[in-house]
Nanobody
Framework: QVQLVESGGGSVQAGGSLRLSCVAF??????MGWFRQAPGKEREGVAA????????YYADSVKGRFTVSEDNAKNRLYLQMNSLKPEDTAMYYC??????????????????WGQGTQVTVSS
């Protein structure tokens, strides 16, 4: 059974850090990523990887602050978030697929999604 489970969300003050984790149960995925959705806004790509070192994607808004990493042996994906800003507040989702045919940044590239973990950054 395919399942993605996120953890690590929470509430922090601006400038703080959080680390999100995602464990993928099921088959091995070719790509995994983090997306976020704030109230009233569309879901957007934050960071993603082609697993096994095939390349990464970062949204411009998080470059230099967020780092995505993977542990293939454990089928896990991480998102280290530093220098958090109030505009980073959103529900964060882990996503996975076998090929990501539309590219790492596209929501429609992913067929498997976690339930999400809330990140709240206060000013």
């Amino acid at each position: 059974q395919v399942q993605l489970v996120e953890s690590g969300g929470g509430s922090v003050q601006a400038g703080g850090s959080l680390r999100l984790s995602c464990v993928a149960f099921g088959l091995i995925y070719g790509c995994m990523g983090w997306f976020r959705q704030a109230p009233g806004k569309e879901r957007e790509g934050v960071a993603a990887v082609y697993t096994g070192g095939g390349g990464t994607y970062y949204a411009d808004s998080v470059k230099g602050r967020f780092t995505v990493s993977e542990d293939n042996a454990k089928n896990r994906l991480y998102l280290q978030m530093n220098s958090l800003k109030p505009e980073d507040t959103a529900m964060y989702y882990c996503a996975a697929d076998y090929v990501c045919g539309m590219g790492l940044a596209q929501v429609r590239s992913y067929n498997y999604w976690g339930q999400g973990t809330q990140v709240t950054v206060s000013s």
